[in-house]
């Protein structure tokens, strides 16, 4: 397992860079990995990585589209590319599965 | 006499039919199942349609011809379940009321949607393959196809038979090689998913498998609407790709008698204990195959896998016990590689797809995550089990929980 220091903290990392211990998260750490992602966090970004901590099971861009904080396109804007992988990311909490 | 109503008769619902009344006292207990179609369609039949391989007639039996005796079958469409009252309500007002209730509702395609899915070009040059119409248009379609763009996309996550669209490719690559005119025809698989499939070591093997037949993957695609006068697919961040003929998975989505109900989620699965089958809310209320939220393979062995422990689990709590039976998210896919091949995968909720033997560890005769010709052939056998076995909820030689035996990690 890597190691990696965010805002001062040693974290343990997994190999894609997701937080093994969601519990360490604070703002100042999620601003840090959104740099390292090229974003620069906003409150619009904070509300939607409040909403991705409060609801981790079975996450999907619909629901975060449904979610009445951000529409799909909105969430694509803030977290370009692959929202719900970076967003998930930069909240401190798993890697999303996708289970087909 | 107490009763037990089953919503659906599809794979799951005609499955528990068979099983439960072979068990329960007819003086004791009255059975009933409803659906809204007298048609029973052996769906993964419907792939090789578009390819002239199987007609309609192979396809479709009679739903009637494979309800017991005994079991009272009602073809009406269901208006909605109220759970708290125990009973179900059909179109028209007939109530049934339940003890026990199995919701076999399953999933369907809802190209309503997206945004210019279903416009001008839907079934003319847009189409999906599962449902019989579908796929009997794009028969028509590339039997005189002279060639060119050819996208297959997948809408939304998660959907039907996630394998299909893959065999799709595959097959298609097989039948315009074979037409002569592979040349001319451009695939491309576009996917929501990070890679061609969710797992990594399946997803390397049937990528390798695409590079292979030249099959370009464009992962990460997420469909947000589709442009009918420019022939584009358009994803939510911007990205645009052109087809000449697209085929699509549409969103998937549970019965519409299940939001209807209010016990759905955003798709309309319902919320199921993913080890007891049984509803999270409503103890005498089970869910069966797709028309849950668990977190595996919405497909038919899934449901057959299931069907053993819904039924087990029925019967404890018929007893008033604990139930005892729990789900590990079996799945087990035949993967029509094309040429004759085909690949085989075996996972749960915990393993992903790994090589080695099926069913018989060392022995096979079915090798998992290769691509042999053996493999294809348990495919075609599979129809004729299919409808002679499983159907029946008799007894086939594979075990509902997954075995390691035979797999290599």
């Known amino acids: 397992m890597a190691q990696k220091t965010y805002a001062g903290v040693t974290l343990e990392v997994t190999e894609d860079g997701y937080l093994v211990d969601s519990t360490k998260w604070n703002e100042e750490i999620a601003k840090e990995i959104a740099k390292e992602e090229g974003i620069e966090l906003t409150d619009k970004h904070f509300a939607v990585l409040k909403y991705i901590r409060e609801n981790q099971a079975g996450l999907t861009i619909r629901k975060v589209g449904k979610s009445g904080i951000v529409d799909i396109k909105g969430f694509y804007d803030l977290f370009p590319g692959g929202p719900l992988k970076l967003s998930s990311k930069i909240a401190g909490i798993n890697k999303p599965t996708s289970c087909v | 006499m107490k009763k037990i109503v089953i ?7 005609t499955i528990m039919a068979n099983k439960l009344r072979k068990a329960l006292d007819r003086e004791e207990w009255e059975i009933t199942i409803v659906d809204k179609h007298k048609t029973h369609y052996y769906q993964p039949g419907f792939l090789f349609i578009p390819f002239g391989i199987y007609k309609k007639q192979d396809v479709i039996k009679s739903k ?4 017991p005796s005994g079991v009272k079958l009602i073809f009406n469409e269901i208006d909605k379940i109220e759970p708290e009252n125990n009973k179900v309500i059909l179109e028209g007002g007939q109530i049934l009321n339940y003890d026990f209730l199995i919701i076999a509702t399953g999933t369907h395609v809802s190209p309503e949607d997206t945004p210019g899915l ?16 579908g796929a009997l248009a794009l028969r028509e ?11 297959m996309n997948i809408a939304e996550l998660p959907f039907k038979c996630p394998v299909a669209p893959l065999e799709f490719v595959f ?27 969710t797992k990594p070591k399946a997803t390397k093997m049937l990528g390798e498998l695409l590079k292979e037949k030249n099959i370009t993957v464009i992962p990460d695609f997420y469909l947000e609407s589709v442009d009918n006068k420019e022939k584009k697919i358009k994803s939510y961040d911007g990205k645009e790709i052109p087809f000449d003929v697209l085929t699509i998975v549409p969103v998937n989505k549970g019965d519409d008698a299940i939001e209807r109900s209010g016990m759905g989620d955003d798709l309309n699965y319902i919320p199921t204990d993913k080890q007891t089958l049984r509803s999270e809310k409503y103890e005498n209320i089970f869910v069966l195959g797709d028309a849950s939220n668990i977190p595996t393979s919405k497909a038919g062995s899934v449901v057959h896998f299931a069907s053993d422990v819904v039924f087990d689990n029925l019967m404890c709590s018929i007893k008033g016990r604990r139930m005892r039976a729990h ?3 079996h799945a087990n896919c035949y993967i029509e590689t094309g040429f004759g091949k085909g690949s085989i995968i075996d996972f749960n909720y915990e393993t992903e797809p790994l090589a080695g033997n099926y069913p018989l560890p060392g022995i096979g005769p079915f090798g998992l995550l290769q691509n042999t010709k053996m493999n294809h052939y348990g495919k075609v056998i599979f129809r004729w089990i299919y409808w002679h076995i499983l159907l029946k909820g008799k007894e086939l030689p594979v075990e509902s929980e997954m075995s390691m035996a035979g797999k290599k990690k």
Not at chain 2, 177 to 188: C, E, L, P, W
Request: charged share 25%; aromatic share 20%; proline share 3%.
């Open chain 2, 141 to 151: 379609f590339f039997e005189t196809w002279q060639g060119g763009r050819l996208v």
């Open chain 2, 118 to 133: 279903k416009e001008e070009l839907w079934h003319k040059e847009i189409f999906d393959f599962y449902t019989i119409e």
């Open chain 2, 327 to 329: 789900f590990d998210g």
């Open chain 2, 171 to 197: 097959l298609a690559d097989e039948y315009f090689t074979k037409a002569g005119i592979r040349n001319k025809v451009d695939i491309t698989y576009v996917t929501p998913l990070p890679g061609a499939f």
């Open chain 2, 7 to 13: 919503l659906g008769a599809g794979t799951g619902g």
């Open chain 2, 64 to 67: 009637a011809d494979f309800i």
